[in-house]
């Protein structure tokens, strides 16, 4: 099963972090994705262990993958916080709609 991870990325985009509405792409959340035999694995994090939204927007990530995935495609989310998250894996434009310049 061929599986573009770039256009998987671009549907993560969808994925808001609610807390601080920017998408968990840019905010450096996702550590890792990548196809596997019967379909996705994503590592993703949260900006932090005690985020209450983790399991909703690991969710919320499995149902946009799901979306995008031919029938029958396994999807596997698991959260992870090896390493941990840090301000510096944001993006410029996560960066800016916070504006963050530190």
Partial sequence: MSIDTCVLRDALRDVIDPEVGVNIVDLGLVYRLESTAG????????TSPACPMGESIAAEAEYVLAENLPEGANVEVNIVWDPPWSPSLMSDRAR????WTA
Avoid: Q
């Fill in 39 to 46: 379909g996705i694995r994503l590592d993703l994090t949260m």
């Fill in 96 to 99: 800016n709609a916070l504006d």
